[in-house]
Nanobody
């Protein structure tokens, strides 16, 4: 099983980034995909989640109105479009897959730094 987040980088406040999550080794359509982030010295927190079919989407209050989560089931990928980025969005972003029966997989993260 592999989940690989990519697309992070350094961006100025107000800028945008799109993170991608490439997956393999499990039945993608059976799993919801969630994005988490971890800032230095802080606990990992959930940012957004998209259900297995792509119809249901959930966002943390800090992400609502600025982030958009999506998935492409035929390609086994997911994405997180992040707009109007703030310095407090800085952290390592991870994609996570979770099935209704509880199985979950974590991938390697990608660093996002929002700074002028």
């Amino acid at each position: 099983v592999q989940l690989q987040a990519s697309g992070g980088g350094l961006v100025q406040p107000g800028g945008s980034l799109t993170l991608s999550c490439a997956t393999s080794g499990f039945i993608f359509d059976d799993y919801a995909i969630a994005w988490f982030r971890q800032a230095p010295g802080k606990e990992r927190e959930g940012v957004a989640c998209v259900g297995s079919s792509g119809e249901r989407k959930y966002y943390a209050d800090t992400a609502k109105g600025r982030f958009t989560v999506s998935r492409n089931n035929p390609k086994n990928t997911a994405a997180l479009q992040m707009d109007s980025l703030k310095p407090e969005d800085t952290g390592v972003y991870y994609c996570n897959s979770v099935a209704s029966w509880g199985t979950t997989y974590w991938g390697q993260g990608t660093q996002v730094t929002v700074s002028s």
